[in-house]
């Protein structure tokens, strides 16, 4: 499955700083053509994730995926959310210092369900306790109702965020020290 995963995603480069030409704007837009065609929405620059958004659901938002991601070096795997998710959260716990994830994009570009998978990733893979959970569910049932009230539908999205958003997401320390081994 893994092998798999991996060898569909050699189509084009994983990440543009590989390009051949890697200042020609042409050759950044075949590279992401040709792998958009391929439902690979995801290429790095980097550590910077360049994301095309797909309109159609894929099959890369599942547990599995997720447990795939967790714990693994940002390069070993193909390019995906998960990844970053997974990076800002280990560094976060090496370095003890706060990190933040920078989503940007017009409208449409799928920002918001970039932080809803983001916010399901944390969700799913660390550290928990059920007095957490509870925690947890409110934070992802929080969404609908912020929704309900900020979004619209406009010209280029039918599901437009009308408002900014800012999310911090605080680590309980002990829960996180206590845990850490089994990440
Ligand atoms: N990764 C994805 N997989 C499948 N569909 C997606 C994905 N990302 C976005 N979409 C689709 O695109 C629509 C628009 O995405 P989203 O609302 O996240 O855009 P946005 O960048 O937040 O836009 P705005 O700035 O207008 O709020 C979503 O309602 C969804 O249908």
Redesign the pocket.
């Known amino acids: 499955m893994e092998g798999a995963l991996i060898a569909r995603d050699r189509v084009g480069v994983q990440d543009f700083v590989l390009l051949d030409s890697h200042t020609s704007e042409t050759s950044f837009l075949n590279n992401l053509r040709k792998r958009y065609q391929e439902n690979l929405?995801y290429t790095y620059i980097g550590t910077l994730l360049v994301?095309v958004?797909?309109?159609?659901?894929?099959d890369?938002?599942t547990v599995t995926q997720m447990q795939l991601y967790r714990g693994v070096n940002f390069f070993e795997l193909p390019p995906h959310?998960y990844a970053i998710a997974d990076n800002a959260y280990r560094v976060m716990c090496s370095e003890y210092n706060n990190h933040f994830i920078l989503?940007s994009?017009?409208?449409?570009?799928?920002?918001?369900?970039?932080?809803?998978?983001i916010l399901q990733y944390y969700a799913v893979t660390c550290p928990t306790t059920e007095q957490l959970q509870i925690v947890r569910d409110r934070l992802l049932l929080s969404n609908p109702v912020l929704e309900a009230f900020g979004?619209a539908k406009?010209l280029?999205?039918?599901?437009?965020?009308?408002f900014g958003k800012y999310m911090d997401i605080q680590f309980d320390f002990k829960v996180r020290t206590n845990l850490m081994d089994r990440y």
């Open positions: 929405i994301s958004n797909p309109y159609k659901e894929l890369i938002y959310l989503i994009g017009e409208s449409g570009a799928g920002k918001t369900e970039a932080s809803k998978k979004n406009t280029r999205n039918d599901n437009s965020s009308r």
